[in-house]
């Protein structure tokens, strides 16, 4: 047997200078984490000068995330990234300010509330395949694309009831712009520069701000006078209310709030399904176990929730691929005041990087870390895992939101493809690059076959599909299991 060991991102080589680390955070900053972190858990390298220090350390993590969070907002990196065009939503608020949200919002995303959505969410990747194979012929796709367009189109019918009185590919354009030099803003943050200093792009970046800021207090404004009986995401928060103060969203609130999941939404669901199907064409037999599974639990029936919770393989893998490839590869908060964490010393506002991706990937909790490896989540083993050893939502009261969205999205999703197409790899294509702007996406647009499956049960009638000996698909590297 071989196992599957996806592509991965090179770490900082171990000594390498400020100038190396600066390139390295102006070009992907996931691989600016000094190659240092896999011994020590917690390393500042000589340059940092108490400015920042990367945390990987399950325990430290622990006190930062979890037990200690309020001692520990979020970084100036953050703050200098987001917070011009975020303000006040959901991702960046602080204090009693965030707590009254997060009251408000978290009913709101509840899983009760969700699974209502269910067959607005598995609508967009029913309709990928149609468009995919309408003659049923095989054909190379652009998955990167697909999962964008279908990702968004879910937000759009959550948020907007997909009623088109507000364009969310205009949004995603104008927020894509403003993201787009954002490598420059996380370099000067972590330097200290003041945020005035120049940098290529600014004025297309304040532009883009000020556009798509206009756009939504527009739209929330017809919103508010328009008829409440609209039932989606955007009419639900207007008419929602701090559980505790009685607290509802200002205008001004509902634009935060309404930029900040659609960004947070929908780009990092986009990006786990992508990398999904790579690793999917890259293991028939591990696409064929997917298949199997959905083909017993579901047959060619649309995904409802019972049927979601029974995929469990499904739920599994997707869980593995954002462990190797985590949507948010990089969080970060600051200090308060002086501490010192796995006895590195830090001053009051200094930041605390943590480098997701390294410790998803960290020899000293992963067993054999870079081997795709489904059954970590399966038969009960996933009750053995950290909570901030496996971190793609966050840990502690700050963790994602939308959370429960995200799963009931993918696996619907990925279930609702796979009962129609199987993946498989374009032959003679490049291994994708790793590239972390804000998400982690394949720096250039990611390609498969898709084929249309001939073996689908007949509804209510679900067929068992004999799976390959192994996983073989061409590209890729492959161990010793
Ligand atoms: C695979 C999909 C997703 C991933 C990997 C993801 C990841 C994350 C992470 C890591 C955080 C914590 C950030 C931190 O601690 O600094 C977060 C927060 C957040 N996410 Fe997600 N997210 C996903 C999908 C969604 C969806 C679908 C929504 C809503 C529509 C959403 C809305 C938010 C919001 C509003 C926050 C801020 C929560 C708070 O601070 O109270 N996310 N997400």
Not at 36 to 61: H, N, Q, T, W
Not at 81 to 94: K, Q, S, T, V, W
Not at 95 to 109: I, N, Q, S, T
Request: glycine content about 6%; charged content about 25%.
């Amino acid at each position: 047997m071989t196992a599957f060991v996806p592509v991965s991102l090179d770490a900082l080589p171990a000594g390498a200078g400020r100038l190396a680390f600066v390139r390295r955070i102006l070009r992907n900053p996931a691989s600016a984490v000094p190659s240092e972190i896999a011994e020590s858990r917690v390393y500042a390298p000589s340059f940092a000068k108490g400015a920042f220090a990367y945390v990987a350390d399950a325990d430290v993590l622990e006190t930062v995330l979890v037990e200690r969070p309020g001692d520990f907002p979020k970084a100036t990196i953050d703050e200098r990234i987001l917070r011009p065009i975020f303000r006040d939503g959901l991702l960046l608020a602080e204090g009693e300010d965030w707590r009254w949200k997060r009251r408000l919002a978290a009913p709101v995303f509840s899983p009760a509330a969700m699974r209502g959505f269910l067959p607005e969410i598995v609508a967009p990747f029913a309709a990928l395949t149609g468009r995919w194979t309408p003659s049923g012929a095989t054909v190379t796709a652009d998955i990167s694309d697909a999962m964008k367009t279908a990702t968004l189109a879910v937000i759009d019918r959550l948020l907007f009831a997909g009623r088109s009185d507000i364009d969310p590919e205009r949004i995603k354009r104008h927020v894509d712009d403003y993201l787009d030099p954002v490598t420059w803003v996380v370099a000067y943050a972590m330097l200290r520069l003041p945020d005035w200093t120049p940098f290529p792009g600014r004025g297309k970046l304040l532009r883009a701000r000020d556009a798509v800021r206009a756009l939504l207090a527009d739209f929330v404004r017809r919103r508010r006078a328009g008829p409440a009986d609209v039932d989606d995401v955007c009419n639900r928060l207007l008419a929602a209310a701090d559980p505790q103060s009685g607290r509802t969203l200002t205008d001004a609130d509902m634009v935060d709030m309404l930029l900040t999941l659609i960004s947070a939404g929908h780009e990092t669901s986009a990006n786990a399904l992508t990398w999904a199907v790579y690793c999917l064409a890259e293991m028939p037999q591990t696409q064929e176990r997917l298949i199997a599974e959905i083909d017993r639990e579901v047959g060619s029936d649309p995904i409802d929730q019972p049927a979601v919770s029974r995929l469990v393989a499904v739920r599994a893998f997707l869980l593995e691929t954002m462990r190797l490839f985590p949507p948010a590869p990089g969080l970060s908060r600051r200090t308060l005041r002086p501490e010192t964490l796995g006895g590195i010393d830090l001053p009051a506002g200094a930041a605390v990087m943590i480098p997701v991706y390294a410790v998803h990937r960290h020899p000293h909790y992963w067993e054999r870390p870079q081997v795709f490896d489904l059954d970590r989540f399966t038969e009960g083993r996933e009750a053995a895992i950290r909570r901030t050893v496996y971190l793609p939502f966050g840990a502690g009261p700050r963790i994602c939101v939308g959370g429960t969205l995200a799963m009931l999205e993918m696996t619907a999703g990925l279930a609702t493809l796979l009962q129609r197409v199987r993946f498989l790899t374009v032959p003679g294509a490049a291994e994708p690059q790793l590239q972390h702007r804000v998400t982690l996406r394949p720096r250039h647009r990611l390609a498969a076959r898709v084929e249309p499956r001939r073996d689908r049960p007949a509804a209510g009638h679900p067929l068992r599909v004999n799976a390959p000996a192994n996983d073989v698909a061409a590209a890729g590297r492959r161990v010793p299991e």
